[in-house]
């Protein structure tokens, strides 16, 4: 996992040290993107409760390696999550304990348990992106690529009820549960949108994504083996190329 970011971060490096001799087809811009995100669970017994809204921001970079054809990608902080519903229909437990993950030693299949979850990662996209050739005018934009990133903080308020550790009903509140979570995240990204030029190398962007995330966020050994759980989200892009 550490050689694919160490790898990813080389190119994006290498693409920035590379397109110095040719600045006049690199833009840098920053952005903010509102999201909707929500896991999307394949096993039974665990189900999606909710989906959460989040923000996003970061740098753009787009290299235009020939005409209307563009490299992009940058760096950004994506803060995305949701909600899952587990049912004790086997051994998909799905709760936290005190001392990380221990199910009790009898598990009725009416027990459930809820958990709201965060999760802010450092992500690197990258893409290829068409461009329409409108000069001066509003330009339309289309994308297809992936993502790669990087879990640095996730927190979950958990509801159970059944008894956990010797508390009845266990609840708890803003918990850190970044030791249950996948270290990284891989998955495809689409976008489209439209680009409106304000002065002679200003721009402003606006558009939609589409990130599927492909990897299981949960490490299922100590989350009660709950299968693959993959995570998407939806995001308004708000950007501005300088």
Do not use: C
Not at 18 to 24: D, E
Request: glycine content about 10%; proline content about 5%; aromatic content about 12%.
């Amino acid at each position: 996992m550490k050689r694919i970011i160490v790898a990813t971060v080389f190119v994006l490096v290498a693409t920035l040290a590379f397109t110095q001799k040719s600045s006049k087809n690199l833009r840098i811009g920053f952005m903010l993107e509102p999201n909707i995100a929500w896991f999307h669970p394949v096993e039974n017994g665990v189900q999606s409760d909710g989906a959460k809204v989040g923000i996003n921001y970061g740098l753009m970079l787009d290299y235009e390696f020939a005409e209307n054809y563009i490299f992009s990608t940058g760096l950004k902080v994506e803060h995305v999550g949701g909600k899952l519903s587990y049912t004790a229909n086997s051994n998909k437990t799905g709760y936290i304990t005190p001392d990380v993950m221990n199910p009790p030693p009898t598990i009725a299949p009416t027990n459930t348990a809820n958990y709201n979850i965060g999760i802010q990662y450092i992500q690197i996209p990258f893409a290829i992106k068409l461009k329409t050739d409108n000069r001066g005018t509003m330009n339309y934009w289309g994308s297809f690529g992936g993502f790669i990133s990087v879990p640095v903080k996730a927190r979950a308020d958990v509801q159970t009820n059944f008894a956990v550790g010797g508390v009845t009903n266990y609840s708890k509140d803003n918990d850190n549960v970044i030791g249950l979570v996948q270290p990284i995240s891989v998955g495809m990204q689409i976008g489209a949108g439209v680009e409106i030029p304000f002065a002679d190398k200003n721009s402003f962007v606006v558009g939609l994504t589409f990130n599927n995330g492909f990897i299981d966020v949960t490490r299922n050994s100590k989350f009660g083996d709950d299968g693959r759980i993959n995570l998407n989200n939806i995001a308004l892009k708000l950007g501005v190329f300088f």
